[in-house]
């Protein structure tokens, strides 16, 4: 069965830096588009960056551009997002995604097949 597990969540402060991490199986992970995503109490699900299958390709949401880092180790299934200059509006649950399809709507939740169980971000002022 498919599986995400994603780590490395925390209690951090404003201008620290978390490393998240996410670890797949049950798929063949170098040939999914891999995407983070991140949920506030009450809020939607939003995008926060996507990496395509070499790692040659990324992309991210305008909140975090500049301060955030998507990468993958196909060799060890895992995607990672290092989070520099962390913000108290940073804080959520993030969640890592599968996206076999290749479908180009990588921002949006709906074109991800497989989802983790999420990690908590908590960012304080």
């Known amino acids: 069965q498919v599986q995400l597990v994603e780590s490395g969540g925390g209690l951090v402060q404003a201008g620290d830096s978390l490393r998240l991490s996410c670890v797949a199986s049950g798929l063949p992970f170098s040939s999914y588009v891999m995407g983070w995503f991140r949920q506030a109490p009450g809020k939607e699900r939003e995008f926060v960056s996507a990496i395509n299958w070499s790692g040659g390709r990324t992309s991210y949401a305008d909140s975090v551009k500049g301060r955030f880092t998507i990468s993958r180790d196909n060799a060890k299934n895992t995607v990672y997002l290092l989070m520099n200059s962390l913000k108290p509006e940073d804080t959520a649950d993030y969640y890592c995604?599968?996206?076999?399809?290749?479908?180009?709507?990588?921002?949006?939740?709906?074109?991800?097949?497989?989802w983790g169980q999420g990690t908590q971000v908590t960012v304080s002022s």
């Open positions: 995604a599968a996206d076999p399809s290749n479908s180009g709507y990588y921002t949006r939740p709906y074109a991800y097949a497989y």
